[in-house]
């Protein structure tokens, strides 16, 4: 904490890979760097992620970022984490990873969840007797997708018996660095959220449910000891410290998951404040100063990264998963020799492509859900695609209708969101990937009917929460800072020639969903 012009080092693992940045005490990044990790989807619907590519990756991009930007090691105080939520690692009594990480993505544990959920007396496939308790004491429950992360505990256990029974402790993606740079294998009131077994009614004092952990079958031994939010965790281990060189003090925070810590970075950290963020998946949340849940959309308040306080959660499964599949599979497949592969400029020219397509996008209908959705619905089986396309129609219209399609997915979401703080936003900040696209940031103003904030590099949005965080937790700055820190490129204002026309569109997305439900549950039996 003494070292002149201090540093804070930051973690963030995203799904495609991690990116390590370095930022100074007024949050301003000076550096940062990334690498791919690969992505391993099998048939079954299982995703997964090698925990050694993590680490390597980090370890590559951070020799990269040293060497690029000539800092001083030294001046490093702080080492903050987030990653991607709702993921677990396996780990024997040594810290040795048993398996490969199961991510967000898998739906392995969707059948093992269900019967978890199980009751005499259902509502929404939930046994009542449980979905009272779940409510009552965690402000949610587990998703009928099997993509949380007590589901992929659940599956280990059932499919994977050999690896349970070795198991010693399950921790998130976000835990299981903490463990790798402290030797510590602890979660934080945050990060345990999605196993579903907490006490959240204190938001400052988090505490194991007996109960919900016994309701689970998994033994409460495998679950870790829990640390508060934005706490220290303590020194960075010897054998980092000497990899990195950094100074043996160097203190490492406990970290958040990815939503708590973009939420931090958006700027928008007062209560009923709200920000969209759209990379692979997209959400829409704000600070409230409640515990409350809408099971019914698969959305709750859960404990939020600045101590004390909660976030609503919800999540959509695609977002620029969309636009990327589209490149991918539709305009540009690379050939053995990879000379169909698309240009590095390819967004800058889907702005361009995409300003000169009228909006509406001369009536096609993109169909987000290429992965099943989570909120405002909890539906594995829904799939997207083309709507109303014919002869007339070109990849033009294509591209125009994805950008469409995902910002009226999420406009679905904005209804929920806001009948739960039953309060309008004022104005939305737009971060993560698509918010680089001031086409995108406009039609979602359009679509809205909200004013909507670009923020400034809003790539950097999780990056720069873990740092303001680790600044909050080293008393470096206080919360007020953080708005002062976080500033917007430019306010889209809705034009209102477009409101009846994604008025429309809008009603077409809801009649579309639900007259093809039953279709997508037989096709998916």
């Not at 281990?237 to 998951?257: H, M, N, Q, R, Y």
Request: glycine share 8%; with cysteine.
């Amino acid at each position: 904490m003494s070292a002149a012009n201090p540093l804070i080092l930051t973690i963030d693992l995203g799904t495609s890979g991690p990116k390590v940045a370095l930022f100074d005490a007024q949050a301003k990044c000076l550096a940062h760097e990334f690498e791919d990790v690969p992505l391993l989807l099998y048939e079954n619907g299982g995703a997964e992620q090698r925990p050694a590519d993590w680490l390597s990756a980090i370890k590559s991009c951070y020799k990269k970022l040293i060497s690029k930007s000539g800092v001083d090691t030294k001046r490093i105080v702080g080492i903050n984490c987030t990653a991607q939520w709702s993921g677990v690692v396996a780990l024997d009594e040594k810290g040795k990873p048993l398996m490969d990480s199961i991510i967000w993505m898998d739906t392995r544990g969707a059948k093992h969840v269900s019967a978890l959920a199980h009751g005499p007396i259902r509502v929404e496939g939930y046994g009542v007797g449980k979905l009272l308790k779940w409510i009552r004491l965690t402000g949610g429950g587990p998703t009928k997708s099997g993509k949380d992360t007590i589901a992929h505990m659940l599956y280990i256990k059932a499919e994977q018996p050999k690896v349970y029974e070795k198991t010693h402790k399950f921790l998130e993606p976000k835990d299981y660095i903490n463990y790798w740079l402290t030797g510590r294998m602890v979660a934080s009131y945050d990060s345990i959220a999605l196993y579903w077994v907490t006490d959240n009614r204190d938001i400052n004092n988090i505490t194991y449910s007996e109960d919900l952990v016994k309701l689970t079958g998994i033994a409460r031994s495998k679950f870790p000891d829990l640390v508060p939010t934005n706490s220290v965790l303590g020194s960075v281990s010897k054998a980092v410290a000497d990899e990195f060189g950094l100074s043996p003090d160097v203190k490492v925070i406990s970290g958040t998951p990815d939503v708590q810590s973009a939420a931090i970075g958006s700027g928008a950290v007062r209560d009923y404040e709200g920000h969209f963020y759209i990379g692979t998946s997209s959400w829409l949340v704000c600070h409230v100063p409640f515990k409350k849940t809408d099971m019914f959309h698969n959305m709750g308040t859960i404990p939020s990264g600045i101590p004390g306080r909660y976030i609503i959660a919800n999540e959509q499964e695609s977002a620029g998963a969309c636009l990327n599949f589209v490149k991918n599979n539709l305009l540009y497949y690379p050939d053995e020799l990879n000379t169909g592969a698309a240009p590095k400029d390819f967004y800058k020219l889907v702005d361009k492509i995409v300003a000169k397509v009228a909006p509406g996008a001369d009536g096609l209908q993109f169909l987000p859900w290429l992965y099943g959705e989570r909120s405002p619905v909890d539906d594995h089986n829904v799939r997207g695609g083309f709507y109303n396309m014919s002869l007339t129609h070109n990849r033009t219209h294509m591209l125009r209708s994805v950008l469409e399609g995902v910002s009226l997915n999420a406009k679905w979401l904005l209804f929920y969101v806001e009948k739960m703080t039953a309060k309008k936003f004022d104005a939305i900040n737009f971060i993560g990937g698509g918010a680089n696209s001031a086409v995108w940031s406009q039609i979602v103003a359009d679509i809205f009917n909200r004013p909507i904030r670009q923020m400034k590099e809003p790539l950097m949005s999780n990056s720069r929460g873990t740092a303001l965080l680790a600044l909050l937790a080293l008393n470096m700055i206080s919360i007020d800072d953080v708005s002062k820190v976080v500033e917007a490129n430019h306010t889209f204002e809705p034009n209102p020639k477009h409101r009846a026309m994604y008025d429309e569109m809008f009603a077409h997305l809801l009649e579309i969903y639900a007259k093809n439900k039953p279709i997508w549950g037989k096709m998916h039996k």
